[in-house]
C-alpha cells in the first residue's frame, strides 16, 4: 500500500496527537501512531488509555487500510525533512518505508488490531459552544489545578453544567479559580464532572482562538470534544468534587483596586528576597497606600509602597507570592479588585472589568 502526503499536511496532525504519546509506556504499542484509511480519508490516532486523539488528514485514499507507527520517529522524521517536500509512505508487513527525494527511512509497525480504542460512549449530555470561548475558560482556571495531590479528585478540573450555563473550577487547597459562561444553552441539565489534569492541559494547547462551534458530548466515564478536523476523548475522574463555594468568602467588606501590571511587576521585585521554600510575602494595606514586603533566612529585605484605591481600615496580611502572581499573569483588566475580610480570611480578587472569573487565595502566617 503507497500513500503519497505532503509534509505540511502530515506534519501539524500529528503535533496535535503527540499529546497522547507516552514517553514511558506499559504497551509498546502505545508509543505508535494508528493510521488509517476509510471512505477515502486518512486518520491518524494516539492514546495511553486515558486520553484519546484523532485527526482528520485531507488526503485521499483509494483504498482502506490500517497500520501503526512509531510516534515519535514518524514526527522528528517529518520534522527533519525539508519544507513543502512529498513524503511516499510503502506499507509492508511489520514494516513502513519512508521517501522523500532522496532521503530513506524504514520503521517498524504494529498490528493496527493491537492498538486499544476507546469504546463508544453514550451520551449523556451533549452541547456546542464557540471553540475560542472554551479555550478561554480554560486558560483562566487551569493554574490552579493540584498536582499530584493524594486527593486525587483535585488533579484536574470541575466541569458543572446548569441552566445558567458552564462554569469550571480548580483548587489545589490553597487558591481556587472559577470561571463562568452563560452565553450557552443547556436545557434543564445539572451536572458535575471532573477531567483529569493531562485531559485539561491537552485541550489547553489543541484548542485555538477560533469562532468554529464545537461539540462537547459528556456520558458517564467521559467527555469527547470535536472540532472540524479533530476529535479528543478524555477519561473523567471518578470521584466527587468538594463544594468549593464553601471556601469562596462572602463577608469580605475591604475592597482595594490597583492597577494590575504595576502591582504584578512590584511582586516579581519584592518576590526575589522572599524565602525561596516558602514564598511568604507580607500586604499591609492603609489609606490609598499597599506595602509589599519580603525577607529571607538570610536576613535579607524588600519593601515597596503602591499607591491604590483603599478607604478602609488598615489590615495586614501574608501570602504566598506565586500564588497571587499566577493570579495577576491571567487576568488580562487594566486595573484589579482585591476583597478581604481580616488578616485569617482568604481574598477574592476579580478583574474590574467582568466578575466571570474568580480567584480566591488563602493567607499564610509569616
Do not use: W
Amino acid at each position: 500500500m503507497n500513500i503519497i502526503i505532503n509534509r505540511e499536511k502530515i506534519l501539524v496532525p500529528l503535533q496535535q496527537v503527540i499529546g497522547a504519546v507516552e514517553r514511558k509506556h506499559t504497551l509498546a504499542i502505545l508509543g505508535n501512531v494508528l493510521i488509517q484509511s476509510e471512505n477515502k480519508q486518512l486518520t491518524l490516532t494516539a492514546t495511553d488509555q486515558e486520553i484519546e486523539l484523532i485527526t482528520r488528514l485531507d488526503v485521499s485514499v483509494e483504498e482502506d487500510f490500517s497500520a501503526t507507527i512509531p510516534a515519535r520517529k514518524l514526527l522528528d522524521i517529518c520534522k527533519a525533512l525539508p519544507e513543502a517536500s512529498d513524503i511516499k509512505f510503502n506499507f509492508e508487513e511489520h514494516k513502513v518505508t519512508l521517501h522523500s527525494a532522496r532521503s530513506r527511512f524504514m520503521l517498524s509497525t504494529l498490528p493496527a488490531r493491537d492498538f486499544p480504542r476507546v469504546d463508544e460512549i453514550k451520551s449523556q449530555t451533549k452541547f456546542n459552544i464557540p471553540q475560542k470561548d472554551l479555550k478561554l475558560l480554560i486558560d483562566k482556571t487551569a493554574f490552579a489545578m493540584a498536582q499530584q495531590d493524594v486527593r486525587y479528585y483535585l488533579n484536574g478540573m470541575l466541569f458543572e453544567l446548569n441552566k445558567e450555563g458552564i462554569r469550571l473550577v480548580a483548587t489545589d487547597g490553597h487558591r481556587l479559580a472559577l470561571s463562568e459562561y452563560n452565553e450557552i444553552n443547556i436545557i434543564n441539565i445539572d451536572k458535575q464532572f471532573i477531567v483529569p489534569r493531562k485531559g485539561v492541559l491537552e485541550l489547553a494547547r489543541l484548542l485555538n482562538v477560533s469562532e468554529e462551534n464545537i461539540s462537547v458530548t459528556i456520558s458517564q466515564n467521559h467527555i469527547r470534544i470535536e472540532t472540524s478536523d479533530l476529535t479528543f476523548t478524555s477519561k473523567l475522574i471518578d470521584g466527587k468534587y468538594p463544594d468549593y463555594n464553601r471556601v469562596i468568602p462572602i463577608d469580605g467588606n475591604k475592597i482595594m483596586t490597583v492597577n494590575r501590571e504595576l502591582l504584578k511587576q512590584s511582586l516579581q521585585r519584592i518576590s526575589i528576597l522572599s524565602n525561596e521554600k516558602y514564598r511568604g510575602i507580607r500586604m499591609t494595606f492603609s489609606e490609598n497606600n499597599l506595602s509589599i514586603q519580603a525577607n529571607n533566612p538570610d536576613q535579607e529585605e524588600a519593601e515597596e509602597e503602591l499607591t491604590v484605591k483603599y478607604n478602609e481600615t488598615p489590615i495586614e496580611i501574608g501570602f504566598n507570592v506565586t500564588y497571587l502572581l499566577d493570579v495577576f499573569s491571567v487576568i488580562d483588566s487594566e486595573e484589579v479588585e482585591i476583597n478581604l475580610k481580616d488578616a485569617n480570611s482568604s481574598c477574592i480578587i476579580t478583574s474590574t472589568n467582568t466578575k466571570n472569573f474568580r480567584y480566591v487565595v488563602m493567607p499564610m502566617r509569616l
